[in-house]
């Protein structure tokens, strides 16, 4: 097997260095795409009071998960915003089959089939549609808009974050010191 040249250690190891300021990047990323994300979700809740029903935070607690991945040696840092780890919305009944109680009907919990997809779709547009005018305290966001601007804005941000890293992990040191131990060709 033949044996690495300098040049090959030297290239492993800048590698090495860069995958780490990549992936320092990334999770740089992802840090601040989630904070504006609960910003932007906070702000959403402050907009107004409801009436009509209990606030359960639904949306505000369980939507919003930091998101990096790693595929090869491309990282990627943002935030996912979606239903998947809210609960069910549900609604009272009559249940006709259990009787008359004493106050009154009997009532069972039924599941709003896609409920919680509509209540995301409304927050990525920034409306409120139980919201009754007088009691909205807010201008609309579009957030899926914010979000998109917010990330163009910071997009550069985290690649001189990358940047830096790169620096601060040794990565020129090492690239002068391998070439200053390389030998040219017939020394």
Excluded at 95 to 106: M, N, P, R, T
Aim: overall charge neutral; charged content about 30%.
């Amino acid at each position: 097997m033949p044996r690495k040249t300098d040049w090959q250690y030297a290239i492993d190891e800048l590698q090495a260095y860069a995958n780490k300021a990549c992936e320092e990047a990334a999770k740089h990323a992802q840090k601040l795409l989630t904070e504006k994300a609960q910003e932007l979700m906070d702000k959403y809740y402050d907009e107004y009071s409801p009436n009509r029903y209990d606030r359960t935070n639904n949306l505000h607690d369980n939507a919003i998960k930091p998101l990096y991945n790693l595929h090869g040696t491309n990282h990627m840092g943002g935030v996912t915003i979606s239903s998947e780890a809210m609960e069910e919305y549900k609604k009272l009944v009559p249940d006709e089959s259990k009787g008359v109680g004493i106050l009154g009907k009997y009532y069972t919990e039924e599941i709003i089939p896609g409920e919680k997809n509509k209540v995301v779709d409304n927050w990525f547009e920034g409306i409120h549609p139980n919201a009754i005018p007088e009691r909205f305290t807010g201008t609309p966001t579009n957030n899926k808009e914010a979000l998109k601007a917010y990330r163009d804005e910071i997009a550069p941000l985290c690649a001189n974050y990358g940047k830096a890293q790169a620096l601060r992990s040794g990565v020129f040191p090492y690239v002068h010191k391998a070439v200053s131990r390389m030998k040219l060709k017939g020394e």
